[in-house]
T-cell receptor
């Protein structure tokens, strides 16, 4: 799995869009980009994933650059409950069944 | 639909004692995983299973054993606990490898 790089922490005002960047410059063509978050030592929660097209669900949007070397997770209207550590993970889509490789993630703090 | 549950939630062991952590899922998932998370770190994979009766080693398997006798259960055993195994243990399951993983609430284990 490709290495990902994220800023260690970010602040965002409540009600604003939170944009979390992730660099994965060595990602291969068959690796997906996954986003999970962990709220205050709870079990991680899946947010979204994508391969090369932008994706949107009820929680967030994922924007992947055309060269796939970076991506941005967007929480459109951040609330205090979105304060969490956000993990960006690149993961091979075929063969094997190894787990997710978690780095240290980005600690997103939503300010009231 | 309870999702992924873990038993117990907390445990304190003395060095050398043994114990078993139980993970159960009711989503009929084929894949199950055990991770550990040390303070300030991301999760690391201990062992995983791709189906009933199968197990495989992850990144940090030493000192742990696992069993998957039933599809819905994945057991993690510590034969002789050591202080280095003080951690939070998370179980996860997924339908297939590329699908999202669902995590349990965690077991907080302290070895003195």
């Amino acid at each position: 799995d490709a290495k990902t790089t994220q800023p260690p922490s970010m602040d965002c005002a409540e009600g604003r869009a939170a944009n979390l960047p992730c660099n994965h410059s060595t990602i291969s063509g068959n690796e997906y980009v996954y986003w999970y978050r962990q709220i205050h030592s709870q079990g991680p929660q899946y947010i979204i994933h994508g391969l090369k097209n932008n994706e949107t669900n009820e929680m967030a949007s994922l924007i992947i650059t055309e060269d796939r070397k970076s991506s941005t997770l967007i929480l459109p209207h951040a609330t205090l409950r979105d304060t969490a550590v956000y993990y960006c993970i690149a993961r091979y889509s075929g063969g094997g069944a190894d787990g997710l490789t978690f780095g240290k993630g980005t600690h997103l703090i939503i300010q009231p | 639909n309870a999702g992924v549950t873990q038993t117990p939630k907390f445990r304190v062991l003395k060095t050398g004692q043994s114990m078993t952590l139980l993970c159960a899922q009711d989503m009929n998932h084929e894949y199950m995983y055990w991770y550990r998370q040390d303070p300030g770190m991301g999760l690391r994979l201990i062992h995983y299973s791709v189906g009933e009766g199968t197990t495989a080693k992850g990144e940090v398997p030493d000192g742990y054993n696992v069993s998957r006798l039933k599809k819905q259960n994945f057991l993690l055993g510590l034969e002789s606990a050591a202080p280095s195994q003080t951690s939070v243990y998370f179980c996860a399951s997924s339908y297939l490898q590329v699908y999202e993983q669902y995590f349990g609430p965690g077991t907080r284990l302290t070895v003195t």
